[in-house]
Antibody, heavy 122, light 109 residues
Framework: QVQLQESGPGLVKPSQTLSLTCTVSGDSISSGAHYWTWIRQPAGRGLEYIGRIYTSGSTDYNPSLKGRVAISVDMSKNQFSLTLNSVTAADTALYFC??????????????WGQGTRVTVSS | EIVLTQSPGTLSLSPGERATLSCRASQSVSTSYLAWYQQKPGQAPRLLIYAASSRATGIPDRFSGSGSETDFTLTISRLEPEDFAVYYCQQFGGSPPYTFGQGTQVEIK
């Protein structure tokens, strides 16, 4: 059974850096069969695509995040990570890591982590 | 950026009724890149439909997807109590951002 688990600080100060890690179990990031993505959801609102990474290390990001975002992968630990710089209150949200299909369930998010809540506040 | 507009915002129906949810794109989206998700309070979204009309593993056949280009539909043929939730469409076509619709809440009438 494939599971994704987010981890990281729940509270970040304004202007600082938000860092989250997603640990994958039951699947191997290095298999190349999926993209690995971050999605966020402000309280009571809809879903926002942050970005994704492939096994090769290639990434794409939501342009609205204006170069503040980076996603990286550590295949030795079967983890991928999100870094978001210069955070403001607008970055307060529930952050999900998730898996995007390439062959099976192509171009759809088939497995989600449970989400981790991040609050930006001094 | 492709904007996905879902309608209605809220759908009030009774168990056993048919639900029809719309997702309209601001420009054409390949059917290969359109998905639907269900989200219940306090939970992560769950994939229902991918490639516009293919049911994900374990999804009951009362859920069906259809449509092409700019107009897509999710239909729940007979609502079960566990189907009352928020539903999102999402597209992975073209360039990022890979947008979501704003959601349709299906509530018990």
């Amino acid at each position: 059974q494939v599971q994704l688990q987010e981890s990281g600080p729940g509270l970040v100060k304004p202007s600082q850096t938000l860092s989250l890690t997603c640990t994958v179990s039951g699947d191997s990031i290095s298999s190349g069969a999926h993209y690995w993505t971050w999605i966020r959801q402000p309280a009571g609102r809809g879903l926002e695509y942050i970005g994704r990474i492939y096994t090769s290390g290639s990434t794409d990001y939501n342009p609205s995040l204006k170069g503040r975002v980076a996603i990286s992968v550590d295949m030795s630990k079967n983890q991928f990570s999100l870094t978001l710089n210069s955070v403001t209150a607008a970055d307060t949200a529930l952050y999900f890591c998730a898996r995007v299909g390439i062959v099976e369930t192509p171009q759809a998010i088939d497995i989600w982590g449970q989400g981790t809540r991040v609050t930006v506040s001094s | 950026e492709i904007v996905l507009t879902q309608s209605p915002g809220t759908l009030s129906l009774s168990p056993g009724e048919r639900a029809t949810l719309s997702c309209r794109a601001s420009q054409s989206v390949s059917t290969s890149y359109l998905a639907w998700y269900q989200q219940k309070p306090g939970q992560a979204p769950r994939l229902l439909i991918y490639a516009a009309s293919s049911r994900a593993t374990g999804i009951p056949d009362r859920f069906s997807g259809s449509g092409s280009e700019t107009d897509f539909t999710l239909t729940i043929s007979r609502l079960e109590p566990e189907d009352f939730a928020v539903y999102y469409c999402q597209q992975f076509g073209g360039s990022p951002p890979y947008t979501f619709g704003q959601g349709t809440q299906v509530e018990i009438k």
